[in-house]
């Protein structure tokens, strides 16, 4: 257990979120470190860019951040000051990269603590591996085997692409901390894992949706990436859950669905919690403001997953039913130009640019004190923090059935909509404004919910239990 004279000094370990990017998952972070003011954090993050901007003010008690640049080439000369590995190392490391690959191809259970062993931290020695008799008759073997009718080229460099972001994630130093606590699998998972195996210290895994199939649904999109390579993709991203899953110390989940997913993954059962969301609920208990008129708001960014052009087209229905609508899309737009450049032309197709207002990156307590209802498009959800904020404010919403927001709606048909549904999305606007006494009973309910289960108190001292009864255990 923690000595109880000094601070808990916890790892958070992310990827492409937190404090890069806004969103569900850095706010909940970001809720998370303030609300532990007594515990120390080290913020180990994984971005494709150096230079991309914080979108967040550190708290004070984020003591340290360093940062993995994914796509930061792999070095193939070693540096004046980088230990020369020994052959017997060399050796090691080869036969441990072709017996990990040999069990996960027979879908056998792989410890990563020999391979991790094998592999000197801060020294990535893949590309010089890759030079070796035993490894390249290894990558050509499995070429015949995998990818026969493409050309070799396109399976060497889909491969030593994959393996090269895997080894940057296995042989980042880790810094220093008593718990390494991963919000996600895939990269940032690995690179908990393997501070777990160097450290000695317990690894805690957070999801808040299921990192192995959001990359499978943008690798089935991508016009790119096909044939051995797609498949190669979503196995390695596949693989890299499991091996999650089966090594974290304690695993959490939003909602039980997700954790049922987990276990047949691989998870330990007793090691398995549901924590949901929770807000800071006097924070978005804003004051009424009503506009005139009739005000229908989607909060979140413009990006595909949030399915944006199907909201334009239910706007275009409800705009065209009431007279005094108006129809506001509220967040960023700048992490997908093209996409964004997409839906400003779909807006300006359909007529309706003199109602529908992109406003950009906004204080969102603002729309909430007058929009009449909020609507959530997305084709990819785990429990949103958008509706817990809407409800806190007294603002009815409706959305897709995916992730866990069927079970928050209650599976109400006049609150839910299968995705990419723009009639049904409509329809379920029109019932809230034409039943305005159901309508209000349910938010009454929802209140309840937001002071017993959706809390933010409630998550933080979720957290600060799972803290310590995981450091007991070491």
């Known amino acids: 257990m923690k000595n109880?004279?000094?601070?808990?000094?916890?790892?958070?370990?992310?990827?492409?979120?937190?404090?890069?990017?806004?969103?569900?998952?850095?706010?909940?972070?970001?809720?998370?470190?303030?609300?532990?003011?007594?515990?120390?954090?080290?913020?180990?993050t994984i971005s494709p860019d150096s230079k991309t901007p914080l979108r967040y003010t550190?708290?004070?008690?984020?003591?340290?951040?360093?940062?993995?640049?994914?796509?930061?080439p792999t070095q193939t000369r070693r540096k004046k000051k980088e230990p020369r590995i020994p052959r017997v190392k060399k050796s090691m490391l080869i036969r441990e990269?072709?017996?990990?690959?040999?069990k996960m191809a027979k879908g056998e259970p792989q410890p990563l603590k020999s391979l991790i062993e094998a592999i000197p931290e801060g020294s990535n020695q893949l590309s010089n591996a890759i030079r070796y008799p035993q490894i390249w008759n290894f990558i050509t073997h499995h070429n015949q085997k995998n990818n026969p009718i493409?050309?070799?080229?396109?399976?060497?460099?889909?491969?030593k692409s994959a393996h090269e972001l895997i080894y940057t994630a296995f042989t980042s130093p880790a810094p220093e901390a008593d718990v390494y606590h991963a919000v996600s699998t895939g990269f940032a998972g690995l690179a908990a894992l393997c501070a777990k195996y160097r450290k000695g210290k317990p690894f805690i895994l957070t999801e808040h949706g299921l990192y192995h199939k959001e990359r499978e649904m943008e690798i089935r999109k991508s016009e790119f990436v096909r044939g051995y390579q797609r498949d190669m993709w979503i196995k390695t991203y596949n693989r890299?859950?499991?091996?999650?899953?089966?090594?974290?110390?304690?695993?959490?989940?939003?909602?039980?669905?997700?954790?049922?997913?987990?276990l047949e993954m691989g998870a330990n059962p007793e090691n398995t919690y549901v924590i949901p969301n929770g807000i800071p609920l006097d924070r978005f208990a804003v004051q009424r403001k009503p506009r005139e008129g009739f005000h229908v708001g989607l909060v979140g960014r413009v990006v595909p997953i949030k399915d944006i052009k199907t909201f334009i087209n239910a706007a275009k229905i409800i705009l065209d039913t009431y007279s005094d609508a108006t129809v506001h899309c509220i967040g960023p737009t700048d992490e997908d130009p093209?996409?964004?450049?997409?839906?400003?032309?779909?807006?300006?197709?359909?007529?309706?640019?003199?109602?529908?207002l992109f406003t950009g990156r906004q204080n969102v307590l603002e729309y909430y004190a007058f929009l009449d209802v909020l609507m959530l498009t997305s084709i990819r959800e785990a429990q949103p923090l958008v509706i817990l904020e809407a409800w806190c404010a007294n603002v009815p919403a409706v959305a897709t059935n995916v992730g866990n927001i069927g079970e928050m709606l209650d599976y109400n048909p006049h609150y839910l909509s299968p995705p990419k549904n723009p009639q049904k999305l409509a329809e379920n606007v029109f019932y809230i404004r034409e039943h305005a006494q159901e309508v209000a009973q349910t938010m009454e309910k929802n209140r309840k919910l937001l002071e017993t289960v959706y809390s933010r108190d409630v998550l933080i001292n979720r957290y600060r239990e799972l803290y310590k009864d995981t450091l007991w255990q070491e």
């Open 4 to 44: 109880n004279n000094t601070r808990l000094r916890v790892c958070f370990v992310i990827e492409g979120s937190y404090p890069y990017i806004t969103g569900g998952v850095s706010s909940w972070v970001h809720d998370l470190i303030q609300g532990l003011g007594e515990i120390d954090f080290v913020l180990w």
């Open 58 to 72: 550190l708290p004070e008690n984020v003591v340290e951040h360093r940062n993995i640049v994914l796509t930061q």
């Open 97 to 102: 990269i072709i017996r990990a690959h040999g």
């Open 150 to 159: 493409y050309p070799f080229s396109d399976y060497f460099w889909a491969w």
């Open 240 to 262: 890299m859950s499991k091996l999650c899953y089966t090594e974290a110390d304690r695993i959490t989940a939003l909602f039980a669905e997700n954790r049922m997913h987990q």
């Open 338 to 356: 093209g996409y964004y450049e997409d839906c400003q032309l779909l807006v300006e197709s359909l007529g309706i640019t003199d109602r529908f």
